[in-house]
Structure formats: structure tokens, C-alpha cells
């Protein structure tokens, strides 16, 4: 079993940012990658949002639409870590942000049922 935990979350202004960090620990000698995902105000767990991805060896890294080329996402493997670098963040960006792990490769890495373990959430606020 995989235990993951996020921190970093907080409130910042437009414009402002942040940096979420996941920790992962337990049985971690199998994980193929993590992911970032993020649960909008009123919305439940089935429509969180995938925001990026990272595989385990940092050969790829995948990012929704909406956050390209202000998100960035890296991993410290000796640390069993990885970051979500958050940059001109907007209003819309308020969610509760999500770290999952999965312990193996899919075609549809981008959904939340891919992933086995899940952490409890960080609140991230922009406010305008």
C-alpha cells in the first residue's frame, strides 16, 4: 500500500505562485508514475480534473490544456517526491488539488479510476 500526502497549498493573489509538493511512501518500489489532479468548488471526486502527470523515470511529463506553460511538474526520486510548480495562476485555479499514484501505464493516464492511491488534498485559492 502507497501512502501519499500534498502540502503547499494556500492563498494567493492573481498573478502569484505556488508550489505543491507529494510525498510518497510505503510500497513505493513498483510506482509508475504520478499524477496531479484537482476537485473544483461544488464538483465531487468522479469529476476531478486531471492537471499533469509524471512517470516515475521523468521521461515524460504530461499537462492539460488549461495549465500548459504555467504548470511544471518534477520529481525527486530519492525523495519519493514530486512538485507542482504553479505560475500566473488565475481565479479558475481554485480547487482542491489532488496527488495520486499508479503502479502501472495506461492509454487513458488521464482519468481518475487509473490511479490506486490517493492523498487527502490540498486547497489551493486564487482570488482576483
Known amino acids: 500500500q502507497v501512502r501519499v500526502v500534498e502540502s503547499g497549498g494556500g492563498l494567493v493573489q492573481a498573478g502569484g505562485s505556488l508550489r505543491l509538493s507529494c510525498v510518497a511512501s510505503?510500497?513505493?518500489?513498483?510506482?509508475?508514475?504520478f499524477g496531479w489532479f484537482r476537485q473544483a468548488p461544488g464538483k465531487g471526486p468522479k469529476e476531478r480534473e486531471f492537471v499533469a502527470r509524471i512517470r516515475w523515470n521523468a521521461d515524460r511529463l504530461d499537462y492539460a490544456d488549461a495549465v500548459k506553460g504555467r504548470f511544471t511538474v518534477s520529481g525527486d526520486t530519492a525523495k519519493n517526491t514530486v512538485y507542482l510548480q504553479m505560475n500566473s495562476l488565475k481565479p479558475e485555479d481554485t480547487a482542491l488539488y489532488y496527488c495520486a499514484t499508479t503502479t502501472h501505464d495506461s492509454r487513458s493516464w488521464y482519468r481518475v479510476d487509473e490511479y490506486e492511491s490517493w492523498g487527502q488534498g490540498t486547497q489551493v485559492t486564487v482570488s482576483s
Open positions: 510505503g510500497r513505493t518500489n513498483n510506482l509508475y508514475a
